[in-house]
């Protein structure tokens, strides 16, 4: 249980595209998902948190024009980047958590996605 | 004073060693504690949560301590396989919203 899928998991786009990610929990149902960013050897960096019929709550710094958020089921949340920069160029990661989990927050983590802005 | 502190290391260690990583947090409102384990180029994967009392998890125990603010992770025996970077989390706030450390990186060779 607790499976996390995300898509696309690899994506070369060209700078000045927009790229949208989709994040789905497969067997269970999640209010609460967070999109997240790594580069190289970083710690996660949390961007925002979704929640389901919700605008998305942003970190400090993480532009919310240029990461668009939506949530728009239990099971599905896509970050779409606009206009994408070569230094948008990350690992990006969303999480879920299970609605009707033990109660303790555990997340669940997607595969990620490899994103690469030429 | 950072929100989630961890030695990055890496901790070198020979195949059947014990190894201890520990991570200190600043929000004492703190409530939920977890480790993670994250490979090369992969997502994390949830170890275990780390309850109050301590608990162990085979060849893995976590311990939490308030007073002090920090958890830990001992892995005994190390394996081969345990080559991983290990990141602790925590939450806080009415929605519990997650912090994680930069990682504690573990190689175990031969």
């Known amino acids: 249980g607790a499976v996390v899928s995300q898509h696309p998991s690899r994506v070369i786009c060209k700078s000045g595209t927009s790229v949208k990610i989709e994040c789905r929990s497969l067997?269970?149902?999640?209010?609460?998902m967070f999109w997240y960013r790594q580069f190289p050897k970083q710690s996660l960096m949390l961007m925002a948190t979704s929640n389901e019929g919700s605008k998305a709550t942003y970190e400090q710094g993480v532009e919310k024009d240029k990461f668009l958020i939506n949530h728009a089921s239990l099971t599905l949340s896509t970050l779409t980047v606009t206009s994408a920069h070569p230094e948008d160029s990350s690992f990006y990661i969303c999480?879920?958590?299970?609605?009707?989990?033990?109660?303790?927050?555990?997340?669940?983590f997607g595969p990620g996605t490899r994103l690469t802005v030429t | 004073r950072k929100e989630v502190e961890q030695d990055p290391g890496p901790f070198n260690v020979p195949e059947g060693a014990t190894v201890a990583f520990n991570c200190t947090y600043s929000?004492?409102?703190?409530?939920?504690f977890f480790w993670y384990r994250q490979d090369c180029r992969k997502e994390p994967k949830l170890l275990m949560s780390?309850?109050?009392s301590g608990n162990e998890d085979g060849r893995f125990t976590a311990q939490l301590n308030r007073a002090s603010q920090y958890i830990s992770l001992l892995i005994r025996d190390s394996k081969l396989s345990d080559s991983a970077t290990y990141l602790c989390s925590f939450a806080s706030g009415g929605s519990y919203i997650p912090t994680f450390g930069r990682g504690t990186s573990l190689i175990v060779h031969p």
């Open positions: 929000n004492s409102a703190s409530q939920s």
């Open positions: 067997d269970f149902q999640a209010t609460t």
């Open positions: 780390v309850y109050s």
């Open positions: 999480s879920a958590r299970d609605l009707a989990g033990t109660g303790t927050h555990e997340q669940y």
